[in-house]
């Protein structure tokens, strides 16, 4: 069988939006997944090593995005942005099914999983 791949989802401060996606998925046996924040008030900070780690990227904006190739250059993982707004909590059940339908989505293009 082949690596599973490595999926890190970011947000701002990894409070609700990419803390909810790895709650979700952390028992998917098709890929790993972590979450961390591009802010510096993030409850787990992004490093070099979550990159170096990841197959693929998501983030929820696209200024997060900017902000992760201001800071860590272009020698990075492929990132995809989600659109998803700053406006849910932890576990939204709304958010939830938002995260499942683009990340599901995701896996299939870009893996075939």
Same mark, same amino acid.
């Given at each position: 069988?082949p690596?599973?791949?490595?999926? /890190? +989802? $970011?947000?701002?401060?990894?409070? #609700? @939006?990419? &803390?909810t996606? %790895?709650?979700?998925f952390k *028992?998917?046996?098709r890929?790993?997944i972590?979450?961390?924040?591009?802010?510096?008030?993030a409850?787990k900070?992004?490093?070099?090593?979550?990159?170096?780690w990841?197959? /693929? +990227? $998501?983030?929820m904006?696209?200024? #997060? @995005?900017? &902000?992760?190739? %201001?800071?860590?250059?272009? *020698?990075i993982?492929?990132?995809m942005?989600?659109?998803?707004a700053?406006?849910?909590?932890?576990?939204d059940?709304?958010?939830?099914?938002?995260l499942n339908?683009?990340?599901?989505? $995701?896996?299939?293009?870009?893996?075939?999983?």
């Amino acid at each position: 069988m082949p690596t599973k791949p490595n999926i /890190l +989802v $970011l947000c701002g401060r990894n409070k #609700q @939006r990419s &803390k909810t996606a %790895e709650e979700i998925f952390k *028992q998917d046996q098709r890929f790993e997944i972590r979450s961390a924040g591009v802010s510096a008030s993030a409850d787990k900070k992004l490093n070099t090593r979550d990159l170096a780690w990841a197959d /693929l +990227v $998501l983030v929820m904006e696209s200024d #997060q @995005r900017d &902000k992760i190739i %201001e800071i860590f250059g272009r *020698q990075i993982p492929k990132i995809m942005v989600l659109h998803i707004a700053d406006e849910y909590a932890f576990m939204d059940p709304e958010l939830i099914a938002i995260l499942n339908d683009s990340i599901n989505d $995701l896996l299939l293009s870009e893996f075939n999983i």
